[in-house]
């Protein structure tokens, strides 16, 4: 049986005194696949950055693995570490390699030798496919081999789960389909993953279980045949009618050209 690695309970964000999130409920287990879908401007990625503390909720839990994570005392960065995290636009470091990207996480926060930071590090980059681009800048790569760069160095530091906030988004279109295809094999290697994405077929085609959220709110949760089959609630069956004509119809514009 698997066990919860997540567990939030009545999460509340305001900002500018409007609430974002709003009594949030979600349980994320071991290996699971978590897509969140919804609106822009609805609070996906505010409950993202909040799941790591990277944004403090102003009141709810969050618990990883047991441990309420956001009570008062708590070493943040300490909890940071159980994270992965992969942003839409990389927030790679211009000024070093591919690898050095990968390797400074190990060497600054988890203090491994230069040796043994330099094998793990080629070792995840193999994991994406990178390996024959160690000596390689940011600026010399394109915009899907950032991101599988940004996956490497966010699988270097063994997380317990990564979160991925629209890591396709910033892409060309042809260039999603590489990202993708890392994402689908960490999920098929059991790897714990929370993603915010607009990317349906993913959605669909991997996701262990499917969150729209919309207002601040979950509104609709299931597997993916519940939720593009079977949605029970008409906001979610109107909102992934809509999303899945645009696809459909981006999808069409792009195979004319």
């Known amino acids: 049986m698997t066990k919860p690695i997540i567990e939030v309970k009545n999460l509340k964000k305001v900002y500018g005194g409007r609430e974002i999130l709003k009594s949030i409920a979600l349980t994320v287990n071991e290996g699971d696949t978590v897509v969140i879908i919804g609106p822009s401007g609805t609070g996906k990625s ?3 950055r909040c799941l790591n503390l990277l944004t403090y909720p102003d009141s709810g839990e969050i618990w990883l693995d047991g441990k309420l ?3 008062p005392g708590v070493n943040q960065d300490k909890v940071r570490q159980h994270y992965g995290m992969v942003f839409q636009d990389f927030l790679l470091f211009n000024h070093l390699t591919t690898l050095g990207n990968v390797m400074i996480g190990l060497t600054k926060v988890k203090g ?6 330099k094998e793990k590090a080629m070792k995840e980059l193999r ?3 990178m390996q024959d ?3 390689q800048y940011p600026g010399q790569l394109s915009g899907g081999q950032k991101q599988r760069v940004a996956i490497a160095r966010a699988l270097a530091m063994d997380p317990r789960v990564i979160l991925f906030d629209e890591p396709t988004s910033a892409l060309d279109p042809e260039l999603i389909g590489e990202v993708l295809g890392v994402m689908k094999k960490l999920a098929l290697e059991g790897m714990t993953m929370v993603c915010v994405t607009h990317e349906m077929g993913f959605a669909r085609e991997v996701a262990d279980r499917i969150v729209f959220m919309e207002g601040g709110v979950v509104v609709e949760e299931g597997d993916p045949n519940e939720m593009f089959y079977h949605p029970k609630v008409q906001r979610t069956k109107e909102f992934l009618w809509k999303i899945t004509e645009l696809y459909a119809s981006s999808e069409k514009n ?4």
């Open 46 to 48: 505010t409950f993202l």
């Open 254 to 257: 792009n195979s004319r050209e």
């Open 112 to 117: 491994l030798d230069q040796k043994t930071a």
């Open 127 to 129: 994991h994406v496919g």
């Open 69 to 71: 994570i956001n009570a």
């Open 133 to 135: 681009h160690i000596d």
